[in-house]
């Protein structure tokens, strides 16, 4: 009997941990972008415009840490340059060079607008900011969609749950930035309760939306599906992951569901915070780099091992450290310049 030996190079991760804190980030700005605009335009003394100060600082810090991680991924930040002076419409890297920087200038505008009070503006500004939003959710899921030899990110769904989990950090983020907010400008519990009906509601298409995915690609022999079934009958390390994630979903989508008498408890709200945020940031850790560890052709599983160094851990907690960081210096300059209208009344 002879025996052939396949030997399959182990290449480094295309996609590093940069990626996965900009696609967390980006998603969480345009949520906050969207919630922003519909804030604008809601009654004043509203739930809805009781919430526009969390909103705004949370758009303000997301819009503006999501580019430095970018730029990070890049591994060499003056290849951006490379996007415009090489543009090429048929990539979309190179389509979101133009949709960024676009949405990132509508987002500053539309928090120094609440900063000036200008409610008028923010509604003339909201349609665009609106509809640049959506473009970069698009953009944002198309790049990694379109990837056809990773089968598992290869459908049209994946657009739609990194849009949905996004915006579920969105609702995460908010729960933690209020707390830090002056006490004139925290929402009410009336607003506080329409904030956790949003979040509920996300959840709900979040779940049909998996489970769409799931029935509609089994009766259609769908790639993406057919790949994730692989990765549960052979690889364990995934088998775990995915009831480890399912279980953290569940549990925060309980507390989401019995938060209605205890959103009072500013514990909770800390722990329902940092549960919907850490959900959307671990759902894009397996999604960028454990799909990574399986390789392309051929058999068997590369584990993973993050850096220490700025391409991993110490990347990470940069970036979560500037995002306290923007949190912090606005709120500094809040107390030393207070925004001339805080509750949002109409010019």
Not at 13 to 41: D, E, I, R, S
Not at 205 to 222: D, Q
Not at 325 to 334: E, H, I, P, Y
Request: charged share 10%; proline share 6%.
């Amino acid at each position: 009997m002879q025996i052939i030996e396949l030997l399959t190079p182990q290449y480094e991760a295309a996609w590093l941990p940069w990626a996965v804190q900009y696609f967390f980030l980006v998603g969480v700005a345009t949520g906050a972008a969207l919630l922003t605009a519909a804030c604008a335009w809601a009654p004043a003394g509203g739930a809805l415009r009781r919430l526009l100060p969390a909103v705004v600082f949370t758009l303000a810090v997301s819009a503006i840490a999501a580019p430095v991680s970018l730029l990070a991924d890049l591994h060499q930040p003056a290849r951006f340059w490379h996007f415009y002076a090489h543009f090429t419409p048929w990539s979309w890297m190179s389509v979101g060079a133009l949709l960024l920087p676009a949405f990132i200038g509508l987002s500053v505008a539309m928090c120094a607008s609440w900063w000036l009070g200008r409610i008028g503006w923010m509604r003339l500004l909201a349609p665009l900011l609106v509809l640049s939003a959506l473009t970069i959710t698009v953009y944002t899921g198309a790049e990694v969609m379109v990837v056809r030899s990773r089968p598992l990110w290869n459908t049209l769904w994946l657009p739609v749950n990194l849009a949905l989990t996004g915006w579920l950090a969105t609702v995460g983020v908010m729960f933690l930035i209020e707390r830090l907010l002056p006490a004139r400008l925290r929402p009410d519990a009336g607003a506080l309760q329409l904030l956790r009906g949003l979040g509920l509601g996300l959840a709900a298409a979040l779940a049909l939306a998996t489970l769409s995915w799931l029935t509609l690609g089994l009766m259609a022999h769908s790639p993406s599906v057919q790949a994730a079934t692989r990765l549960w009958q052979d690889f364990p390390v995934w088998r775990i992951g995915m009831v480890a994630s399912a279980a953290g979903g569940a549990a925060v989508l309980v507390a989401l569901a019995r938060g209605q008498h205890r959103l009072a408890a500013p514990g909770y709200r800390l722990v329902l915070g940092l549960g919907l945020a850490a959900s959307a940031w671990a759902f894009r850790w397996a999604l960028f780099m454990s799909v990574q560890g399986v390789p392309k052709y051929g058999a068997g599983l590369y584990l993973y091992r993050m850096p220490l160094g700025g391409d991993g851990l110490m990347g990470m907690l940069g970036v979560a450290g500037l995002c306290v960081a923007l949190v912090a210096l606005a709120s500094w300059a809040l107390e030393l310049f207070p925004a001339r209208q805080p509750g949002g009344a109409p010019a």
